[in-house]
Protein backbone atom coordinates (compact mmCIF):
# COMPACT_ATOMS: atom_id res chain seq x y z
CA UNK A 1 0.00 0.00 0.00
CA UNK A 2 1.55 3.38 -1.43
CA UNK A 3 1.18 5.60 1.82
CA UNK A 4 2.50 9.34 2.16
CA UNK A 5 3.76 10.92 5.67
CA UNK A 6 2.61 14.56 5.58
CA UNK A 7 3.54 17.23 7.95
CA UNK A 8 1.44 19.73 9.91
CA UNK A 9 2.35 22.31 12.50
CA UNK A 10 1.07 22.49 15.58
CA UNK A 11 2.79 25.55 17.84
CA UNK A 12 6.57 24.70 17.87
CA UNK A 13 6.34 21.37 16.73
CA UNK A 14 6.33 19.99 13.35
CA UNK A 15 3.38 16.71 13.85
CA UNK A 16 3.51 13.38 11.06
CA UNK A 17 0.05 12.14 9.91
CA UNK A 18 -0.80 10.18 7.03
CA UNK A 19 -4.38 9.75 5.06
CA UNK A 20 -4.54 6.24 3.64
CA UNK A 21 -8.64 5.19 2.09
CA UNK A 22 -11.49 7.00 0.65
CA UNK A 23 -14.17 5.75 2.81
CA UNK A 24 -17.82 7.50 3.56
CA UNK A 25 -15.95 8.13 7.43
CA UNK A 26 -13.09 9.30 9.07
CA UNK A 27 -11.68 7.32 11.81
CA UNK A 28 -8.08 8.93 13.29
CA UNK A 29 -6.37 6.15 15.38
CA UNK A 30 -4.52 8.44 18.27
CA UNK A 31 -1.38 6.71 19.32
CA UNK A 32 0.65 5.74 22.53
CA UNK A 33 3.18 7.46 23.75
CA UNK A 34 6.07 5.68 21.08
CA UNK A 35 4.63 5.31 17.60
CA UNK A 36 6.45 5.43 13.99
CA UNK A 37 3.72 5.84 11.79
CA UNK A 38 5.98 4.35 8.41
CA UNK A 39 6.93 1.49 10.71
CA UNK A 40 3.64 0.94 11.46
CA UNK A 41 3.44 -0.68 7.86
CA UNK A 42 6.05 -3.14 8.43
CA UNK A 43 4.56 -4.85 11.38
CA UNK A 44 2.04 -7.69 10.25
CA UNK A 45 -0.31 -7.34 13.11
CA UNK A 46 -0.54 -3.70 13.21
CA UNK A 47 -0.44 -3.06 9.28
CA UNK A 48 -3.49 -5.91 9.10
CA UNK A 49 -5.82 -3.49 11.74
CA UNK A 50 -5.20 -0.17 9.58
CA UNK A 51 -5.91 -2.34 6.38
CA UNK A 52 -8.94 -3.09 8.40
CA UNK A 53 -9.81 -0.05 9.13
CA UNK A 54 -8.84 1.63 5.91
CA UNK A 55 -11.13 -1.18 3.90
CA UNK A 56 -14.24 0.81 5.13
CA UNK A 57 -13.24 4.05 5.97
CA UNK A 58 -10.95 6.84 5.79
CA UNK A 59 -7.93 6.49 8.11
CA UNK A 60 -6.00 9.51 9.31
CA UNK A 61 -3.07 8.41 11.86
CA UNK A 62 0.09 10.64 13.15
CA UNK A 63 2.83 10.41 15.77
CA UNK A 64 2.71 12.27 18.69
CA UNK A 65 4.78 14.49 19.82
CA UNK A 66 8.85 13.63 20.18
CA UNK A 67 7.77 10.31 18.77
CA UNK A 68 8.32 8.38 15.48
CA UNK A 69 8.25 11.05 12.79
CA UNK A 70 7.25 13.87 14.20
CA UNK A 71 9.17 16.93 15.94
CA UNK A 72 8.82 18.04 19.45
CA UNK A 73 10.26 16.86 22.98
CA UNK A 74 8.46 13.06 24.54
CA UNK A 75 7.33 12.93 27.79
CA UNK A 76 7.73 17.12 27.78
CA UNK A 77 4.20 18.38 26.49
CA UNK A 78 0.98 18.30 28.73
CA UNK A 79 -2.34 16.52 26.85
CA UNK A 80 -4.22 19.88 26.55
CA UNK A 81 -1.49 20.87 24.38
CA UNK A 82 -1.95 16.79 22.78
CA UNK A 83 -4.81 18.11 22.15
CA UNK A 84 -4.21 21.04 20.29
CA UNK A 85 -1.65 18.29 17.80
CA UNK A 86 -5.10 16.54 17.09
CA UNK A 87 -7.07 19.58 16.21
CA UNK A 88 -3.92 20.22 13.59
CA UNK A 89 -3.99 16.76 12.03
CA UNK A 90 -7.47 17.48 11.42
CA UNK A 91 -7.82 20.59 9.88
CA UNK A 92 -4.68 19.84 8.05
CA UNK A 93 -6.50 16.67 6.49
CA UNK A 94 -10.13 18.73 6.22
CA UNK A 95 -11.82 15.89 8.75
CA UNK A 96 -14.54 17.37 10.37
CA UNK A 97 -16.03 15.01 12.43
CA UNK A 98 -14.37 11.50 12.37
CA UNK A 99 -14.45 8.21 14.67
CA UNK A 100 -11.05 8.03 17.31
CA UNK A 101 -9.33 5.28 17.79
CA UNK A 102 -7.18 4.41 20.76
CA UNK A 103 -5.29 2.13 22.73
CA UNK A 104 -3.38 1.38 26.32
CA UNK A 105 -2.54 5.06 27.44
CA UNK A 106 -3.47 7.02 24.25
CA UNK A 107 -6.81 6.35 25.40
CA UNK A 108 -6.63 9.18 28.00
CA UNK A 109 -5.58 11.50 25.17
CA UNK A 110 -9.00 10.50 22.53
CA UNK A 111 -11.33 10.72 26.19
CA UNK A 112 -9.70 14.39 26.89
CA UNK A 113 -10.41 15.29 23.34
CA UNK A 114 -14.32 14.03 22.80
CA UNK A 115 -14.93 14.91 25.86
CA UNK A 116 -13.61 18.40 25.43
CA UNK A 117 -14.98 18.93 21.83
CA UNK A 118 -18.00 16.71 21.69
CA UNK A 119 -19.15 18.30 18.66
CA UNK A 120 -16.08 17.25 16.65
CA UNK A 121 -16.49 13.34 17.17
CA UNK A 122 -18.54 11.02 15.68
CA UNK A 123 -17.70 8.06 17.91
CA UNK A 124 -15.08 6.38 20.17
CA UNK A 125 -13.38 3.13 20.23
CA UNK A 126 -10.93 2.52 22.90
CA UNK A 127 -8.63 -0.84 23.21
CA UNK A 128 -7.77 -1.83 26.35
CA UNK A 129 -8.23 1.56 27.94
CA UNK A 130 -6.11 2.42 31.26
CA UNK A 131 -7.80 5.64 32.93
CA UNK A 132 -5.02 5.35 35.75
CA UNK A 133 -2.02 3.28 35.52
CA UNK A 134 -1.69 3.23 39.05
CA UNK A 135 -3.32 2.21 42.50
CA UNK A 136 -5.20 5.11 44.31
CA UNK A 137 -8.52 5.47 45.76
CA UNK A 138 -11.29 3.98 44.29
CA UNK A 139 -8.81 2.28 42.24
CA UNK A 140 -6.98 0.27 44.66
CA UNK A 141 -6.43 -3.01 42.03
CA UNK A 142 -4.27 -1.52 40.22
CA UNK A 143 0.09 -1.82 40.27
CA UNK A 144 1.60 0.17 42.88
CA UNK A 145 3.98 2.66 41.96
CA UNK A 146 6.77 0.27 43.08
CA UNK A 147 5.79 -2.58 41.00
CA UNK A 148 5.26 -0.09 37.87
CA UNK A 149 8.62 1.24 38.72
CA UNK A 150 10.08 -2.03 38.41
CA UNK A 151 8.39 -3.05 35.45
CA UNK A 152 9.09 0.65 33.77
CA UNK A 153 12.85 0.11 34.83
CA UNK A 154 13.24 -3.21 33.09
CA UNK A 155 11.15 -1.96 29.74
CA UNK A 156 13.77 1.03 29.26
CA UNK A 157 16.82 -0.65 30.39
CA UNK A 158 15.89 -3.38 27.59
CA UNK A 159 13.92 -0.59 25.42
CA UNK A 160 15.58 -1.72 21.73
CA UNK A 161 16.28 -5.49 22.42
CA UNK A 162 14.41 -8.39 21.65
CA UNK A 163 15.66 -10.55 24.95
CA UNK A 164 13.50 -11.91 27.03
CA UNK A 165 13.84 -9.46 30.11
CA UNK A 166 12.40 -6.73 28.33
CA UNK A 167 8.65 -7.62 29.47
CA UNK A 168 7.07 -5.79 26.80
CA UNK A 169 8.23 -8.86 24.72
CA UNK A 170 5.31 -10.77 26.04
CA UNK A 171 3.30 -9.11 23.52
CA UNK A 172 4.94 -11.50 20.80
CA UNK A 173 4.68 -14.79 22.89
CA UNK A 174 7.60 -17.36 21.66
CA UNK A 175 7.75 -15.65 18.22
CA UNK A 176 11.28 -14.33 17.98
CA UNK A 177 10.68 -12.60 14.29
CA UNK A 178 8.09 -10.81 15.64
CA UNK A 179 10.75 -9.74 19.31
CA UNK A 180 12.61 -8.34 16.72
CA UNK A 181 10.24 -6.23 14.48
CA UNK A 182 8.67 -4.63 17.80
CA UNK A 183 11.89 -4.23 19.55
CA UNK A 184 12.96 -2.55 16.47
CA UNK A 185 9.38 -0.27 16.07
CA UNK A 186 10.59 0.72 19.45
CA UNK A 187 14.12 1.84 18.29
CA UNK A 188 12.94 3.99 15.57
CA UNK A 189 10.06 5.77 17.96
CA UNK A 190 11.80 7.13 20.32
CA UNK A 191 15.22 6.85 22.37
CA UNK A 192 15.38 5.14 26.05
CA UNK A 193 15.30 8.71 27.08
CA UNK A 194 13.15 9.68 25.95
CA UNK A 195 10.57 6.62 26.82
CA UNK A 196 12.03 6.92 30.15
CA UNK A 197 10.68 10.92 30.42
CA UNK A 198 7.46 9.80 28.47
CA UNK A 199 6.71 6.89 31.12
CA UNK A 200 7.34 9.15 33.92
CA UNK A 201 4.36 10.74 32.61
CA UNK A 202 1.80 7.94 32.10
CA UNK A 203 1.94 6.91 35.54
CA UNK A 204 1.26 10.12 36.34
CA UNK A 205 -1.72 10.80 34.07
CA UNK A 206 -5.65 10.11 35.67
CA UNK A 207 -8.39 10.92 33.38
CA UNK A 208 -11.31 8.92 35.57
CA UNK A 209 -12.91 12.22 36.45
CA UNK A 210 -13.38 12.76 32.32
CA UNK A 211 -15.10 9.56 31.36
CA UNK A 212 -18.47 10.85 32.27
CA UNK A 213 -18.21 13.41 30.26
CA UNK A 214 -17.79 11.56 27.07
CA UNK A 215 -20.94 11.73 25.31
CA UNK A 216 -20.30 10.06 21.72
CA UNK A 217 -21.41 6.41 21.10
CA UNK A 218 -18.39 4.29 22.78
CA UNK A 219 -17.11 0.80 21.92
CA UNK A 220 -14.77 -0.15 25.15
CA UNK A 221 -12.78 -3.06 23.65
CA UNK A 222 -10.42 -5.82 25.09
CA UNK A 223 -8.95 -9.30 24.18
CA UNK A 224 -10.52 -12.17 26.02
CA UNK A 225 -6.71 -13.94 26.13
CA UNK A 226 -4.59 -10.63 27.11
CA UNK A 227 -3.39 -11.12 30.53
CA UNK A 228 -1.19 -8.75 30.54
CA UNK A 229 -3.09 -5.66 31.64
CA UNK A 230 -5.37 -6.11 33.97
CA UNK A 231 -8.91 -6.62 32.72
CA UNK A 232 -10.18 -4.15 35.59
CA UNK A 233 -8.99 -1.02 33.61
CA UNK A 234 -11.07 -1.74 30.63
CA UNK A 235 -13.81 -2.78 32.43
CA UNK A 236 -13.56 0.98 34.82
CA UNK A 237 -13.47 2.58 31.55
CA UNK A 238 -16.47 0.97 30.08
CA UNK A 239 -18.67 1.40 33.10
CA UNK A 240 -17.85 5.09 33.90
CA UNK A 241 -18.53 5.88 30.24
CA UNK A 242 -22.34 6.73 29.78
CA UNK A 243 -24.21 4.17 27.32
CA UNK A 244 -20.56 2.88 26.41
CA UNK A 245 -20.56 -0.70 25.09
CA UNK A 246 -18.16 -3.59 26.06
CA UNK A 247 -16.99 -6.17 24.00
CA UNK A 248 -14.35 -8.72 24.67
CA UNK A 249 -13.02 -9.86 21.64
CA UNK A 250 -12.51 -14.21 21.46
CA UNK A 251 -9.17 -15.00 20.33
CA UNK A 252 -9.48 -16.04 17.12
CA UNK A 253 -11.63 -12.24 16.22
CA UNK A 254 -10.09 -9.33 15.02
CA UNK A 255 -11.00 -6.11 16.85
CA UNK A 256 -11.16 -4.54 13.68
CA UNK A 257 -14.01 -6.20 12.76
CA UNK A 258 -16.19 -5.43 16.00
CA UNK A 259 -14.97 -1.60 15.27
CA UNK A 260 -16.47 -1.97 11.67
CA UNK A 261 -20.01 -3.35 12.97
CA UNK A 262 -19.51 -0.61 15.77
CA UNK A 263 -19.34 2.28 13.43
CA UNK A 264 -21.33 1.17 10.68
CA UNK A 265 -24.99 3.22 10.40
CA UNK A 266 -23.78 5.35 13.62
CA UNK A 267 -26.32 8.17 13.47
CA UNK A 268 -24.83 11.61 14.12
CA UNK A 269 -26.38 12.55 17.56
CA UNK A 270 -27.64 15.73 18.95
CA UNK A 271 -25.01 17.97 20.49
CA UNK A 272 -25.13 18.23 23.92
CA UNK A 273 -25.13 21.24 26.20
CA UNK A 274 -22.96 19.36 28.03
CA UNK A 275 -19.14 19.91 27.51
CA UNK A 276 -16.00 19.16 29.31
CA UNK A 277 -13.84 22.51 30.51
CA UNK A 278 -11.98 23.92 33.26
CA UNK A 279 -13.74 26.76 35.29
CA UNK A 280 -11.66 29.64 36.18
CA UNK A 281 -13.30 32.04 38.98
CA UNK A 282 -11.66 35.26 40.39
CA UNK A 283 -12.66 37.74 42.91
CA UNK A 284 -11.44 40.75 43.98
CA UNK A 285 -10.09 41.06 47.23
CA UNK A 286 -11.43 43.57 49.83
CA UNK A 287 -13.86 45.37 47.00
CA UNK A 288 -16.16 46.75 49.12
CA UNK A 289 -13.59 48.66 51.19
CA UNK A 290 -12.04 49.82 48.04
CA UNK A 291 -15.62 50.93 46.34
CA UNK A 292 -16.40 52.69 49.61
CA UNK A 293 -12.41 54.55 49.31
CA UNK A 294 -12.88 55.46 45.35
CA UNK A 295 -16.40 56.58 45.60
CA UNK A 296 -18.78 54.89 42.73
CA UNK A 297 -17.06 57.02 39.46
CA UNK A 298 -14.34 56.03 40.36
CA UNK A 299 -14.82 52.37 41.34
CA UNK A 300 -16.60 51.90 38.04
CA UNK A 301 -13.98 53.11 36.16
CA UNK A 302 -11.72 50.70 37.89
CA UNK A 303 -13.64 47.95 37.47
CA UNK A 304 -13.74 48.83 33.74
CA UNK A 305 -9.90 48.35 33.66
CA UNK A 306 -10.23 45.00 35.67
CA UNK A 307 -12.66 43.65 33.35
CA UNK A 308 -10.78 44.55 30.15
CA UNK A 309 -7.64 42.92 31.50
CA UNK A 310 -9.21 39.92 32.49
CA UNK A 311 -11.09 39.08 29.51
CA UNK A 312 -7.69 40.29 27.38
CA UNK A 313 -5.76 37.46 29.54
CA UNK A 314 -9.06 34.91 29.13
CA UNK A 315 -8.47 35.20 25.52
CA UNK A 316 -4.48 35.29 25.16
CA UNK A 317 -5.19 32.32 26.77
CA UNK A 318 -7.76 30.57 24.20
CA UNK A 319 -10.54 31.00 26.80
CA UNK A 320 -14.26 32.08 27.07
CA UNK A 321 -14.79 35.01 29.28
CA UNK A 322 -18.38 34.19 30.31
CA UNK A 323 -19.56 37.18 32.49
CA UNK A 324 -18.25 39.84 35.04
CA UNK A 325 -19.23 38.98 38.64
CA UNK A 326 -19.14 42.53 39.71
CA UNK A 327 -16.21 42.00 41.61
CA UNK A 328 -15.07 39.37 39.80
CA UNK A 329 -15.05 36.90 36.60
CA UNK A 330 -16.22 33.71 35.25
CA UNK A 331 -13.97 32.15 32.38
CA UNK A 332 -13.99 28.57 30.88
CA UNK A 333 -11.06 27.41 29.33
CA UNK A 334 -10.59 23.80 27.02
CA UNK A 335 -7.42 23.61 29.09
CA UNK A 336 -6.85 23.26 32.22
CA UNK A 337 -2.97 24.61 32.21
CA UNK A 338 -4.03 27.59 30.08
CA UNK A 339 -6.37 28.41 32.43
CA UNK A 340 -4.03 28.80 35.41
CA UNK A 341 -1.48 30.57 33.04
CA UNK A 342 -4.59 33.00 32.27
CA UNK A 343 -5.02 33.43 36.49
CA UNK A 344 -1.67 33.88 37.20
CA UNK A 345 -1.47 36.59 34.50
CA UNK A 346 -4.94 38.38 35.53
CA UNK A 347 -3.69 38.19 39.14
CA UNK A 348 -0.34 39.69 37.57
CA UNK A 349 -2.26 42.73 35.57
CA UNK A 350 -4.47 44.10 38.11
CA UNK A 351 -1.75 44.46 40.69
CA UNK A 352 -0.44 46.97 38.57
CA UNK A 353 -3.81 48.46 38.99
CA UNK A 354 -3.54 48.49 42.36
CA UNK A 355 -6.08 45.08 42.98
CA UNK A 356 -5.73 41.94 44.37
CA UNK A 357 -7.69 38.74 43.61
CA UNK A 358 -8.17 35.37 44.97
CA UNK A 359 -8.80 32.79 41.58
CA UNK A 360 -9.90 29.21 42.51
CA UNK A 361 -10.05 26.38 39.18
CA UNK A 362 -11.75 23.25 39.08
CA UNK A 363 -12.01 21.23 35.61
CA UNK A 364 -15.65 19.22 35.57
CA UNK A 365 -18.76 19.02 33.19
CA UNK A 366 -20.74 22.07 32.10
CA UNK A 367 -23.85 23.01 31.03
CA UNK A 368 -24.24 25.29 28.52
CA UNK A 369 -27.09 27.59 29.24
CA UNK A 370 -28.79 30.36 27.43
CA UNK A 371 -27.28 33.69 26.87
CA UNK A 372 -23.79 31.79 26.60
CA UNK A 373 -23.75 31.42 29.98
CA UNK A 374 -22.76 28.06 32.09
CA UNK A 375 -23.89 26.03 35.23
CA UNK A 376 -23.80 22.77 36.74
CA UNK A 377 -21.98 21.54 39.65
CA UNK A 378 -18.43 21.84 38.63
CA UNK A 379 -19.36 25.77 38.04
CA UNK A 380 -19.96 25.38 41.88
CA UNK A 381 -16.81 23.58 43.08
CA UNK A 382 -14.70 26.09 41.24
CA UNK A 383 -16.48 29.26 43.21
CA UNK A 384 -15.97 27.46 45.97
CA UNK A 385 -12.67 26.42 45.60
CA UNK A 386 -12.04 30.13 44.91
CA UNK A 387 -13.66 31.38 48.00
CA UNK A 388 -11.09 29.65 49.94
CA UNK A 389 -8.11 31.44 48.34
CA UNK A 390 -6.12 33.97 50.15
CA UNK A 391 -4.96 37.15 48.24
CA UNK A 392 -2.88 36.97 45.41
CA UNK A 393 -3.26 32.92 45.84
CA UNK A 394 -4.11 30.47 42.33
CA UNK A 395 -6.07 27.47 44.12
CA UNK A 396 -7.25 24.26 42.03
CA UNK A 397 -9.09 20.77 42.35
CA UNK A 398 -7.39 17.49 42.28
CA UNK A 399 -8.97 17.27 39.75
CA UNK A 400 -7.04 19.94 37.36
CA UNK A 401 -3.72 18.96 39.23
CA UNK A 402 -4.09 15.27 37.61
CA UNK A 403 -4.53 17.28 34.14
CA UNK A 404 -1.70 19.04 34.32
CA UNK A 405 1.22 16.47 34.51
CA UNK A 406 4.13 17.80 32.66
CA UNK A 407 2.59 21.01 32.08
CA UNK A 408 5.82 22.63 34.20
CA UNK A 409 3.02 23.96 36.45
CA UNK A 410 4.59 23.73 40.21
CA UNK A 411 1.65 22.96 42.93
CA UNK A 412 2.06 22.54 46.52
CA UNK A 413 -1.25 20.59 48.34
CA UNK A 414 -3.24 23.07 50.51
CA UNK A 415 -5.27 19.70 52.37
CA UNK A 416 -8.39 18.95 52.31
CA UNK A 417 -11.13 20.72 52.41
CA UNK A 418 -14.77 20.28 52.59
CA UNK A 419 -16.96 22.87 50.16
CA UNK A 420 -20.09 24.09 51.18
CA UNK A 421 -22.91 22.64 49.50
CA UNK A 422 -20.56 20.07 48.15
CA UNK A 423 -20.45 16.45 48.89
CA UNK A 424 -17.44 14.63 50.46
CA UNK A 425 -13.82 15.96 51.11
CA UNK A 426 -12.07 18.04 48.20
CA UNK A 427 -8.32 18.30 48.10
CA UNK A 428 -6.90 21.58 46.98
CA UNK A 429 -3.27 22.76 45.75
CA UNK A 430 -1.86 25.92 45.46
CA UNK A 431 -0.23 27.09 42.34
CA UNK A 432 3.45 28.08 43.27
Known amino acids: MDVVTKYVRSGDAQVAYQVVGEGPLDVVVVPSFFSNIEIDWELPPRARFLEGLASFARLIQFDRRGAGMSGGVAGATPLEEQIDDVRAVLEAAQSEYPALISIA ?37 AQTREERSAIVQAVVEHWGSSSPEQPWGAFAGDNEHRRRLLARHRRLSMTPDAAAASLVMVGEL ?9 QCPTLVLRRA ?39 TGVRRPAVSDRVLATVLFTDIVDSTKRAAELGDSGWRALLQRHDELAREQVERHRGRYVKSLGDGMLATFDGPSRAISSAIAIRDGVRRLGLDIRAGLHTGECELLAGEDIGGLAVHIGARISSLAAPGEVLVSSTVRDLIVGSGQTLSDHGAHELKGIPGTWRIFAVE
Open 105 to 141: EGCALAVLFAASHPSLVRALVLITPTPRVVSGPGYEW
Open 206 to 214: DVRDALPSV
Open 225 to 263: NDTFVDPRHSRYAADHIPNAQYVEVPPDGRAVHEIEQFL
